[in-house]
């Protein structure tokens, strides 16, 4: 659809577009309490895209009072299930109506080529939010064996007010996980998007509303981390809060939520992930192509990005050459260019932290096979090309710590042992990979990987029905499937004696 559209016209529509930058408080696009706004940046060039509203403390208290009226009045939580899933189903009509304005908010955002925002972003988060949908009249709940004079019935109640905290790299597909599953369980919800992200968020709220979901069930106040953010973590009448985001801030979470009112908390954090290629790799290029793809699709902003190739000394150098072709074919471009496949990184404060990246890289001895430099495509822009280092051992500073930008390390490794304890040697557990020819060899690595999720012979294989989350210092509960319902509801006994 995206390359129906030039680039020349795709900056056009960028150079117009108004977006809404309100609060969207009770069904209404509302001015922050204090009249205060932010400025959202153009990772593309840096010019102002809108002052958006800055909600703060008396933003969030007023989201989530209508938040909890709107959940005790039961508009929502006791509509019934198929016309509950009616309304969700008018809201994904209305975002894949939208689906060019809603990936021009988040080209225009976070300044990933408009391809991807179209038929990866706003496409998932509109089929995420279908395939919720479509389980809200098809869970049911369980008798337990219990004595025959007695009933005991298992059912799955809405925690209340659920609170959603998430970041910018995928926008709106983070936001369908959260919402998909906190609204299907019958929840009212209020989300708070990153600060350089606000937009898509905005305009879904609308949608939702339009597709008839009742005022007060959808509340987004867009606001900064430590004091929006933090205001909902230690909100006295949220129920839950569901974050996607860095492991300190992850942390805060669990802090304001001992320090409030111990609300449950599921954390996605980071990943510094290996992708393990043993010597019987089979099909060197292919390897190489699931590699350098698994590191740099959206500039290496992703939190399961196969950050660390563990790779056996003895294909290391071919394996390297291959990724490293590869790597040139995904060059930045103009975030417009349709036929684009890496843009910008988010923002100029990310991109001087990448760039410290890779100067400790440097620093530390590991050399630069591709890449390394920031680039100039359009001016003004975040660029960084698509950086590989070698000579790196696992304790280097660039092989522990998440980079969140497009830079590969390669560690060199004897064998299927070494390979699975140099893989496990982190602190983070979201994702690995391992490719082996030999199935046993693969599928005994893959139980001995201490990760989330594991592909074998394969990279970043995703759908929504499979659980996503971290082991480790990645977190605590599951995005995706039936199983992410679990953390958006309560377990309800009710006993009946007969
Ligand atoms: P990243 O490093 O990817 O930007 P962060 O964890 O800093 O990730 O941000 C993810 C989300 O957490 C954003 O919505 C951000 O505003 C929010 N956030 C950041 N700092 C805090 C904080 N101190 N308290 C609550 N939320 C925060």
């Not at 089929?127 to 059912?155: H, R």
């Not at 004091?227 to 985001?245: E, P, S």
């Not at 001016?379 to 969140?404: H, K, L, Q, W």
Request: overall charge negative; hydrophobic content about 45%; charged content about 20%.
């Amino acid at each position: 659809m995206a390359d129906l559209i030039n680039l020349a016209e795709w900056q056009r529509r960028a150079s117009i577009v108004t977006p809404r930058a309100q609060c969207f408080i009770d069904g209404k696009f509302v001015d922050a309490a204090s009249g205060k706004t932010f400025d959202d940046i153009s990772p593309r060039d840096g010019h102002l895209i809108a002052k958006v509203a800055e909600g703060d403390v008396e933003d969030i208290n007023r989201a989530v009072a209508a938040a909890r009226r709107s959940f005790e009045a039961g508009v929502w939580s006791r509509m019934a299930p198929f016309e509950r899933k009616k309304v969700m189903l008018r809201f994904v009509d209305l975002i894949r109506e939208h689906t060019l304005e809603l990936a021009l908010l988040e080209t225009l955002d976070v300044g990933k080529p408009i391809s991807d925002s179209i038929n990866v972003d706003i496409a998932s988060c509109a089929n995420n939010l279908q395939w919720f949908a479509e389980c809200i009249d098809k869970t049911y709940g369980e008798l337990a064996p219990v004595p025959y004079e007695s009933l005991a019935m298992i059912s799955r109640e809405p925690m209340g007010v659920v609170g959603a905290v998430v970041p910018w790299n995928y926008p709106a597909i983070i936001t369908s996980w959260k919402i998909g599953a906190g609204l299907a369980a019958g929840n009212s919800m209020v989300l708070k998007p990153a600060e350089q992200s606000p937009l898509s968020a905005l305009l879904l709220a609308e949608l939702a509303s339009q597709a008839g979901l009742p005022d007060g069930v959808l509340n987004v106040v867009p606001g900064f981390g430590p004091t929006a953010g933090a205001a909902l973590g230690l909100h006295m009448d949220v129920d839950k809060l569901a974050f996607t985001g860095s492991g300190e801030v992850g942390r805060y979470f669990m802090r304001y939520a001992a320090e409030s009112n111990a609300k449950s908390v599921s954390l996605e954090l980071g990943g510094k992930s290996p992708q393990v290629v043993l010597a019987d790799v089979g099909d060197l290029e292919a390897a190489a192509s699931a590699v350098a793809w698994g590191v740099f699709y959206n500039a290496g902003q992703t939190c399961h990005a196969g950050t660390r190739l563990i790779v056996d000394h003895r294909i290391q150098d071919d394996l390297l050459d291959a990724v490293c072709e590869v790597a040139k074919t995904l060059w930045p471009s103009d975030p417009y260019d349709p036929a684009g496949t890496m843009g910008t990184l988010v923002d100029e404060s990310q991109t001087q932290r990448v760039m410290g990246y890779i100067e400790a890289g440097r620093n530390e001895g590991a050399e630069v096979r591709i890449g390394g430099e920031r680039l100039n495509v359009t001016d003004g822009g975040c660029y960084i090309a698509p950086t590989v280092f070698s000579g790196v051992n696992n304790s280097m500073t660039i092989a522990r710590e998440e980079i969140f930008g497009p830079v590969l390390v390669s560690i060199p490794v004897d064998g299927v042992d070494e390979a699975v304890r140099v893989a496990n040697d982190s602190p983070f557990g979201l994702a690995a990979s391992i490719w082996s020819r030999d199935i046993s060899t693969a599928h005994k690595a893959a139980k001995a990987l201490r990760a989330g999720t594991v592909w074998i012979n394969t990279f970043d294989m995703g759908s929504i029905t499979t659980p996503f989350g971290g082991f480790k210092q990645s977190g605590t509960g599951r995005d995706r499937s039936m199983h992410s319902l679990d953390g958006y509801t309560h377990l309800k006994t009710t006993w009946l004696q007969m």
